[in-house]
């Protein structure tokens, strides 16, 4: 799996700046960077293992459709989760969500966090819940818009993804949790230390980067039979929980920094 590089960012001074009163939008903009800033640096750092994810993905459908071997290997796959349903999706999310990147956490001194096995097992169930979710979420897709290969019909199930289910659920969801676990795992410190400008610093990055990451892998994604689309994006999401959890412990780091810890 590609090398996966995280954006801290802090202030340039290093200080803590009260919040702007009245100001212009030109006179926070000047002192502080912008949401899509904050998103565009993390996308191009994440450049490389981003088209390797893409490629990885592309790569993906274009097997399964083309190399009766790989379609036969994946049947069984599809057949589990069709006939297990929740527990499928479940378990996919807990292995690729919650222990293939606790391993990077534990091996992998950049993206380390205080508490690799603890955060591991938080974020394994976190995502194999959400696996749950997301599992109903593409079964209604493919009740709405069909189950077409189609370039409009794939359109129409990415928009809806992104800019519906991602944008005002998912995203906002694991913009608090990603934030309480960069805080140790602390309600109390999260409590403390919650941003007023929670959607500017925390959430409008996290949706910027999950564009930027995941619109063309969803494109591949809903190009699989819909029994292989939890399991196949299960996968994939290894590297954006890594990403989140970059996101989620930037401000922790910055304020640290600035404490002198």
Known sequence: MPRTVHVVYCAASGKKRTEPGGTSFAEITADRKSPWRIGWESVKVNAVPMAALWALAAAMVLAYYFVPSVAEALAPVARWQ???????????????????????????????????????AAQGIWCGLWGIVIDRFYLLQADWFGTGHDLPTLAFKVAVDQFAFSAFLNAPSNAAFYFWVGRDFSISRARHEWPTDFLRTEYLPVLVTNWAVCVPVLFAIYALPTPLQVQISGVTSAFWVLVCLGIGARRASCESSSRGE
């Open 82 to 120: 069709t006939e297990s349903g929740a527990v499928a999706a479940f378990l996919n999310r807990l292995v690729f969500n919650g222990v293939l990147p606790g391993i990077f956490l534990v091996a992998g001194a950049s993206v380390r966090t205080r508490r690799p096995v603890l955060t591991a």
